[in-house]
T-cell receptor, first 114, second 112 residues
């Protein structure tokens, strides 16, 4: 398996624009996590899904953020409108939860909002 | 609310020395994970600890779990420069649908 695949790897956008980050989890995994990493706040859990259903989105910073998982092999994280303070590295991770939640991470998307 | 605290947050050590990173968590859980992150890279799974008293070792790193004390340790033996990285511990909460929460990370710098 190629692992968790995220796209794009880098994104530079202007403030106010819509940004969509994409994630393809490892085949067979049933949980998917979106994290945001910044120097100031560390690694924050934004939202996670079990069997394509959002379980906890309490980490989503505001209504400008939304996430979907239409099927087991694809998820998106959308920011609309984007702001400079959204600049961060966004990681997607997936796991197969059966007593263990060892998560495997994608390479991340480095988002810069100017 | 699940809280995961690591200390120290920054560790500078000489090659050949030993040291321990601590991870405390606030809820009952018997599953703890250690990850490594190199600068500019993603997170890589190091250890999965699944029960009280679990001990895992790989090379110069050894991780242990005490679920009664809600404490895990990552012990570094005879550090080498290649171990320089950021180390994270993470805990999942089965009662919250396996929510996986990370500590702040410990930045380790090994000086030669």
């Amino acid at each position: 398996d190629a692992g968790v695949i995220q796209s794009p790897r880098h994104e530079v956008t202007e403030m106010g624009q819509e940004v969509t980050l994409r994630c393809k989890p490892i085949s067979g995994h049933n949980s998917l996590f979106w994290y945001r990493q910044t120097m100031m706040r560390g690694l924050e859990l934004l939202i996670y899904f079990n069997n394509n259903v959002p379980i906890d989105d309490s980490g989503m910073p505001e209504d400008r953020f939304s996430a979907k998982m239409p099927n087991a092999s694809f998820s998106t994280l959308k920011i609309q409108p984007s702001e400079p303070r959204d600049s961060a590295v966004y990681f997607c991770a997936s796991s197969f939860v059966q007593g263990v939640t060892e998560a495997f991470f994608g390479q991340g998307t480095r988002l810069t909002v100017v | 609310e699940l809280k995961v605290e690591q200390n120290p947050l920054f560790l500078s050590m000489q090659e050949g020395k030993n040291y321990t990173i601590y991870c405390n968590y606030s809820t009952t859980s018997d599953r703890l994970y250690w990850y490594r992150q190199d600068p500019g890279k993603s997170l890589e799974s190091l250890f999965v600890l699944l029960s009280n008293g679990a001990v895992k070792q790989e090379g110069r790193l050894m991780a242990s779990l005490d679920t009664k004390a809600r404490l895990s340790t990552l012990h570094i033996t005879a550090a080498v420069h290649d171990l320089s990285a950021t180390y994270f511990c993470a805990v999942d909460m089965k009662e919250y649908g396996n929510k996986l929460v990370f500590g702040a990370g410990t930045i380790l710098r090994v000086k030669s």
